[in-house]
């Protein structure tokens, strides 16, 4: 028979409740008339619980239809309920305060071996009949305070795992399944490991109250858990520590309506060296000792996501492609309602910092466009004011990568070569056809790598599977991979890009105002710093004519940063970087003196790459 014909429903743990039996697809109540002690120590053996400790009618709830219709008659030995006789009399109702109401024994399939005493050492489950040590993967302060407080050891105090040299059964169980339900046996799979579970109880000191260190300081004293008095901040101190709680906040007294049996430590007796136990002597007070501990809170969890992928617990972190979007969620687990979020990031040397207040304990923070400077290592810390104090807990790093899915390669730099470019996890040349100067642009700037200078055909012996890309819909704006399909071709696109010089705000790319990159920073030129033979030699750079104006400020202000010393070239270098310049140095620029350069039209690679686009076509 299938232990899932019983159930014990509105109980306090799985071993107690208003009994219900299964039959034929459908739930039933049972009339206590129709069941008896016997019939009782059948069913809590049937649920893998201890002996019945109290069987009363209404104790969990009235009956609710249908009802079972039989009076079972059980001798006390069977394995299920089910598998006991029935009298052959049936009834269809039950009087009110007469549903089965059941609280069985809690099975001793819980234990701690190896340690010092029952309250610390290597978890140990006993499930379908069989003692296992239990896998360690997982497992927090908060699961182990289930067990402990299942052993009555107290508060849990470490979880770590200790490796076995071989691979040997164990029990799996289910964290998550372990903060809902008191029966371990519920969450529990079979599975093979070689990191066991060890777990430290307090043994004979807990706090009671919203979580493991913060509450009612509570000793257990000759098998009975009773609240402590008489604890200054310099024992409480010792006290978080011993519970590994961090230090303590606060320790107050706090008065009770009706004096209750407490437990007065002696000073002396515990600044000695004893145990708790030892120094603690009964009495009554009105009055408990309620304590905080600076680690009350949780750590909190922080998530990435974007386009590319998710990051959640995963040691490498998240990368993100350039220019896409990606969101770092802080979030942390119910305990106190509202805090903030404070989101850290390090990179090169510098802590940047967010905060947002938290909306169902979480908050999302979210970066529209990943850049190079995105990338480092993000931190939720999440802070709340609670108990009159300050409180804050801080989630593991996050590492953040920015990654290019754009590239040039085979080239002489980073800036020139065959464009490659990764789209749906794939990296693949672009195909050579339909491409302008303009889209071509697009691109240099993407990888900031200035203007483009020259695109060119490339032809392969075969074809191959590339990404072919519609030209006027980068054109017009929208996003690189937004413009991509799959494409058959044996044409594959060289370009070329100034990486040094660009021109900015011009009617073509051929003219505007001039920026000039070192040091992956690009700075605006002075006029008094910039000559005709200086145009000549960027016009050259740039792939175009040769300059037709040279005017201050024709195509806007000067902007900083400046670039900080004279140009001197010859005229014949082929870039402007060549070029010697002055040993004088400038940090400014007059209004109305940024060089604004005006070059003839496209020529060279340009009108190659025409010449070749008329051939195919025509």
């Known amino acids: 028979m299938s232990p899932d014909s019983v159930r014990l429903l509105n109980g306090s743990s799985l071993c107690s409740g208003r009994l219900e039996v299964k039959s034929n697809q459908s739930w039933s109540s049972v ?34 239809a249908p009802v079972w219709s039989k009076e079972f008659q059980c001798g006390g030995h069977e394995s299920a309920l089910l598998d006991c006789r029935s009298s052959g009399s049936a009834r269809n109702s039950c009087s009110p305060g007469k549903a089965v109401g059941l609280t069985c024994s809690e099975s001793d399939d819980v234990r701690l071996v190896g340690g010092t005493n029952y309250c610390e050492g290597m978890m140990e489950l006993r499930h379908l009949g069989e003692w296992r040590t239990v896998s360690a993967f997982s497992w927090t302060l908060k699961d182990a305070a289930v067990v402990c407080k299942h052993l009555d050891c107290g508060s849990a105090v470490s979880v770590n795992s200790r490796l076995e040299p071989l691979n040997r059964p164990a029990w799996w169980i289910i964290y998550d399944c372990v903060h809902v339900r008191s029966a371990l046996k519920d969450c529990t799979g079979s599975s093979y490991h070689t990191f066991i579970l060890n777990i430290t109880c307090s043994e004979s000191v807990r706090l009671g109250g919203a979580s493991r260190c913060v509450g009612t300081v509570e000793l257990k004293h000759q098998g009975e858990w009773r609240p ?36 007065e430590i002696s000073s002396d007796c515990f600044q000695s060296g004893s145990t708790r136990s030892e120094c603690a002597t009964p009495n009554a007070s009105n009055y408990t000792l ?61 802590t940047y910092s967010y905060t947002q207040p938290a909306v169902n304990h979480s908050a999302h923070f979210l970066f529209p466009a990943a850049e190079p400077a995105h990338q480092g290592n993000y931190s939720c810390v999440y802070h709340v004011y609670v108990f009159s104090h300050n409180f804050s807990t801080e989630s593991r790093l996050l590492p953040v990568i920015v990654s290019e899915f754009v590239s040039l390669v085979g080239g002489p730099s980073r800036c020139a070569g065959t464009l490659e470019l990764k789209h749906l996890g794939v990296w693949r040349p672009m195909d050579g056809s339909d491409w302008t100067i303009k889209a071509a642009s697009v691109i240099c700037e993407h990888l900031d790598c200035g203007s483009a200078v020259s695109v060119e055909w490339r032809e392969d012996s075969t ?28 044409f594959s696109l060289y370009l070329t890009c100034s990486d040094s010089v660009r021109l900015l705000n011009g009617s073509s790319l051929c003219s505007g105002r001039l920026e000039v990159k070192s040091n992956q920073r690009w700075s605006s030129v002075c006029e008094a710093d910039f000559d005709q033979q200086d145009a000549e030699v960027v016009c050259r750079e740039l792939g175009c004519g040769p300059p037709l104006v040279l005017q201050g400020a024709l195509y806007g202000e000067v902007e900083a ?49 025409w010449f070749k686009l008329t051939l195919f076509f025509h």
């Not at 008339?33 to 709830?61: H, I, N």
């Not at 978080?240 to 009770?256: F, N, Q, T």
């Not at 750590?299 to 992928?309: F, L, V």
């Open 31 to 64: 009339c206590e008339a129709d069941f008896d002690q016997q019939d009782a120590e059948v069913v809590c053996r049937e649920l893998g619980c201890g002996p019945p400790s109290a069987l009363q009618g209404a104790l969990y709830g009235e009956v609710e």
């Open 228 to 263: 402590a008095i008489d604890y200054d901040l310099r024992k409480a101190a010792v006290l978080c520590k011993h519970l590994d709680c961090g230090s303590a906040v606060s320790a107050v007294i706090r008065p009770k309506s009706s004096p209750a049996d407490v437990l």
């Open 561 to 609: 940063p400046v670039w900080s010393k004279e140009f001197q070239c010859g005229g014949h270098e082929s870039a402007l970087l060549d070029c010697r310049s002055s040993g004088s140095a400038r940090n400014s620029c007059s209004p109305g003196k940024a060089v604004g350069l005006t070059c003839s039209g496209r020529r060279g690679a340009a009108a190659l790459m």
């Open 290 to 350: 309620d304590l905080i501990c600076s680690d009350l809170l949780v750590q909190p969890i922080i998530h990435a996501s974007s386009m590319d992928g998710v990051s959640e617990s995963q040691e490498q972190g998240l990368t993100v492609s350039r220019h896409s979007n990606f969101t770092i969620r802080c979030s942390i687990q119910p305990q106190y309602p509202g805090g903030s979020f404070q989101l850290t990031f390090n990179s090169t040397n510098t």
């Open 463 to 490: 074809e191959k599977s590339v990404w072919k890309i519609q030209t006027d819909c980068i054109e017009s704006g929208s996003a690189i991979k937004e413009c991509l399909q799959l494409w058959l071709s044996s």
